[in-house]
């Protein structure tokens, strides 16, 4: 974004940051999917190295219908495991002055969208992510953000060629993309605030003991922060 914007002590940086393989371990809870449908114990299953699993023997049309019973029946978008700090490093650069907007493309079938919705929203409350807007979008990666973070070679691939910067968050599947690469939540958050300095927005730093940083969001909830 124009650094003539940046400088606009009212304009934040929109941060779009994608869900699955970037705040959720989805491979982690499609893992214990496809284990529990083969009867299998989850550690057999090798790392996913390719975006359509097929190390797992999955074709397209098998990966659908364990993806539906995932989200359906074993209810994945409520219970994925959490990355590891990203609630807490969200907590700080909203603290910073950035703006969050998730991104998710969880709709991308035309069934379940209530459970896929309400588990989604569910499960954000229960990480403590912090955000300002939700969007659940189809093929479309762009949405107007100043900066992406995203797992998938498509979308990164698609948004580049947009004209946009974003950071790649490090998986097996991915490792043939060049350019910015965080390999944990850590690694995005220096790489956010080298952005943010480097544009011109001003940052404004946390005070460290006023607030439980992602407890905030359960602390709302219970109505005593
Ligand atoms: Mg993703």
Same mark, same amino acid.
């Given at each position: 974004m124009a650094a003539a914007d940046a400088a606009d002590p009212t304009r934040q940086l929109v941060l779009g940051v994608d869900l699955d393989g970037v705040c959720g371990d989805h491979t982690e809870a499609f893992r214990r999917v496809v284990a529990t449908d083969r009867g299998l114990d989850p550690s057999t299953l090798p790392d996913q190295t390719t975006w359509?699993?097929?190390?797992?023997?999955?074709?397209?049309?098998?990966?659908?219908?364990?993806?539906?019973r995932g989200v359906l029946e074993h209810r994945m978008f409520r219970s994925m495991p959490a990355m590891p700090d990203v609630a807490e490093t969200l907590w700080r650069l909203s603290d910073a002055g950035v703006w969050i907007r998730l991104i998710t493309h969880r709709l991308y079938a035309n069934w379940g969208h209530a459970v896929a919705v309400g588990d989604t929203v569910a499960w954000l409350d229960d990480v403590g992510i912090p955000y300002r807007d939700l969007c659940f979008l189809g093929d479309k990666p762009e949405i107007e953000a100043d900066l992406y973070i995203d797992d998938a070679p498509h979308n990164v691939e698609a948004l580049r060629a947009a004209g946009n910067e974003v950071i790649v968050f490090d998986q097996p599947y991915n490792r043939h993309l060049d350019g910015l690469r965080a390999r944990?939540?850590?690694? !995005?958050?220096?790489? !956010?605030?080298?952005?943010?300095?480097?544009?011109?927005?001003?940052? /404004? /730093? /946390?005070?460290?003991?006023?607030?439980?940083?992602?407890?905030?969001v359960r602390g709302a909830l219970r109505g005593s922060k």
């Open positions: 359509t699993f097929a190390e797992w023997g999955l074709d397209d049309e098998a990966f659908l219908e364990l993806h539906r944990s939540w850590r690694e !995005v958050e220096e790489l !956010v605030l080298e952005h943010l300095i480097s544009a011109g927005y001003s940052v /404004q /730093q /946390q005070f460290t003991g006023l607030d439980d940083g992602a407890a905030r």
